[in-house]
């Protein structure tokens, strides 16, 4: 008989601090190098001791990322540097096989690398950092990049003959003050029928209606980041406002679906 091959189980840490869609990439790539992912989110303390204190909050960026596709597990309050000891334990109480991090220098406040020691050990792989994307720009300045370098591999599948489809549409930029609720918000929705589409809309139309200020992820940014949620299934990139009738595939669908988006439009809202 043929053993089973033991799986490739890779581990990523990190802030996620106001996750965006460099972080969803980050997550995507740290997966495609293993058959595993398992990610270690950094405590608010040690995020206050190394770069200051984080926007949001230990068990709000916990569940940010464990909305995340490419994510298996998630570990609560994990070191900013890794240790000997961190290290050791991931190898044995995890079964990690490496250890990932973006290509970008991680530097402790002593000017020594994050991740000299997983280097050292040959247990370190390097994914490529998203360009033109930050928590600390986002905080500071507002954002107004263009995305150029993320891949696709989003792994969607289309809806089965008889799958019940669950439309819901909105703006999804992420920053708004409820965006820790947006995973819960998709999960309930993807549980009212088989298979869950989204409606993402345009720039134009969000500024038209919420003011010229918004929104502050583009559309591409915005659609990056349901997409990588676990919940989502399909997205329509430029979803008209009005939702039309060959979008429906019958009344009673229909009805359902307002009732849930009548319940649900503060998804939408800021
Ligand atoms: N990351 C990335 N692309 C970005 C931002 C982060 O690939 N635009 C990666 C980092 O390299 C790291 C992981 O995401 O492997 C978690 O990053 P995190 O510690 O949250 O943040 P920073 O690297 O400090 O990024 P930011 O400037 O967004 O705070």
Redesign the pocket.
Known sequence: RRRRKKPVRVY??????MM?Y??C??LRQARALGDQLVVGV?SDDEITAN?GPPVTPLHERMIMVGAVKWVDEVIPNAPYAITEEFMNKLFTEYNIDYI?????P?LLPDGTDAYALAKKAGRYKQ?????G?????IFSHGHNQKVDDVGSGSGTRGPGPDAHIVYIDGAFDLFHAGHVELPNILRLARELGDFLLVGIHTDQTISATRGAHRPIMNLHERSLSVLACRYVDEVIIGAPWEVSKDMKRNEKKEASERRYYENKSFVSGD
């Open positions: 990523m840490d990190g802030c996620f601090d965006h460099g972080h990439n980050a950094v770069k990932i991090h973006g290509d970008d991680c994914i490529k950092r998203t360009e994307v930050s928590s600390t720009d």
